[in-house]
């Protein structure tokens, strides 16, 4: 079993930016794809981004550049390093986690949730 832990959410002002990190515990994640998602009120868990256990990334279209995905396998964490926040990035954030070239997460935090005002 995995156990995922997010933290560094808050409220920032538009134009500003957080870091937010995902901590794993219960086994080593080296070998696992890790990936970062929201959920704004209303609206459906969307991806944001993910990096292999081979250390490839990908993201979402829709971000621009503006977000970085990091791991640090010697600390068993996720980064998700957010630039230029805007309002509309508002949203509780998850990560996730599934083994390496597997099809489905199965391992989900709790959230932590990000509030950008304008």
């Known amino acids: 079993q995995v156990q995922l832990v997010e933290s560094g959410g808050g409220l920032v002002q538009a134009g500003g930016s957080l870091r937010l990190s995902c901590a794993a515990s219960g086994r080593t994640v080296s070998n696992y794809d890790m990936g970062w998602f929201r959920q704004a009120p209303g609206k459906e868990r969307d991806f944001l981004a993910r990096v292999a256990w081979t250390g490839n990334s990908l993201y979402a279209d829709s971000l621009k550049g503006r977000f970085t995905i990091s791991r640090d396998n010697a600390l068993n964490t996720l980064y998700l390093q957010m630039n230029s926040l805007k309002p509309e990035d508002t949203a509780v954030y998850y990560c996730?986690?599934?083994?390496?070239?597997?099809?489905?997460?199965?391992?989900w935090g709790q959230g932590t949730q990000v509030t950008v005002s304008s």
């Open positions: 996730a986690a599934r083994p390496g070239g597997a099809l489905n997460y199965n391992y």
